[in-house]
């Protein structure tokens, strides 16, 4: 079965980077994109960008663009996301998600990754 | 960028009754990239309708969406116990990038 399993919750201080991962199992990795959705305390949904584990193609939602850096290692079907210079309202819990390229969505989803960034 | 606006906020209704939730989006939308999810408290969203109006795997059909353009609708026909939770919508555009709806909190009258 398709499975999507998240490395732990975090804890950065403003200004540090954190770099949270998403190993895949029971599925072709490199048959589908992975992409990043981050949820702040009590807040909706946001996009954050999308990675082709087939080539590594990337693209990344305009408010992180700079900051933001996906990866994935098709060895170990695993992605990366990387996100700098945080900040507290960073703060939040990070998704990994499978993309389906035919209808551009979310299938499966990693169990998130709460990331809390204070001084 | 295409905004989605979901409407109600949140909707209270009893176990029984009829849902209905919108998604209104800034500009035209290709039915082909409009998405339902479903997300309860301390997990992660569930995908239940892609392609504007097809159930994904598993989903009781009791769930149904509709709509084109800018104009689309959840509708969950007779609400059980365990659907009461947060829904959003999803729209895939080019680049790619995708946005999603703020959400509608569907809770027990």
């Known amino acids: 079965q398709v499975q999507l399993v998240q490395s732990g919750a975090e804890v950065k201080k403003p200004g540090a980077s954190v770099k949270v991962s998403c190993k895949a199992s029971?599925?072709?990795?490199?048959?589908?994109?992975i992409s990043w959705v981050r949820q702040a305390p009590g807040q909706g949904l946001e996009w954050m960008g999308w990675?082709?584990?087939?080539?590594?193609?990337?693209n990344y939602a305009q408010k992180l663009q700079g900051r933001v850096t996906m990866t994935t290692d098709t060895s170990t079907s695993t992605a990366y996301m990387e996100l700098r210079s945080l900040r507290s309202d960073d703060t939040a819990v990070y998704y990994c998600?499978?993309?389906?390229?035919?209808?551009?969505?979310?299938?499966?989803w990693g169990q998130g990754t709460l990331v809390t960034v204070s001084s | 960028e295409i905004v989605l606006t979901q409407s109600p906020g949140t909707l209270s209704l009893s176990p029984g009754e009829r849902a209905t939730l919108s998604c209104r989006a800034s500009?035209?939308?290709?039915?082909?990239?409009l998405a339902w999810y479903q997300q309860k408290p301390g997990q992660a969203p569930r995908l239940l309708i892609y392609?504007?109006?097809s159930r994904a795997t598993g989903i009781p059909d009791r769930f149904s969406g509709s709509g084109s353009g800018t104009d689309f609708t959840l509708t969950i026909s007779r609400l059980e116990p365990e659907d009461f939770a947060v829904y959003y919508c999803?729209?895939?555009?080019?680049?790619?990038?995708?946005?999603f709806g703020q959400g509608t909190r569907l809770e027990i009258k």
């Open positions: 998600a499978r993309v389906d390229y035919d209808f551009w969505t979310f299938d499966y």
């Open positions: 392609g504007a109006s």
């Open positions: 999803q729209q895939y555009g080019s680049s790619p990038t995708i946005t």
């Open positions: 029971g599925y072709t990795f490199t048959s589908y994109g």
């Open positions: 990675i082709s584990a087939y080539n590594g193609n990337t």
């Open positions: 500009q035209s939308v290709s039915s082909s990239y």
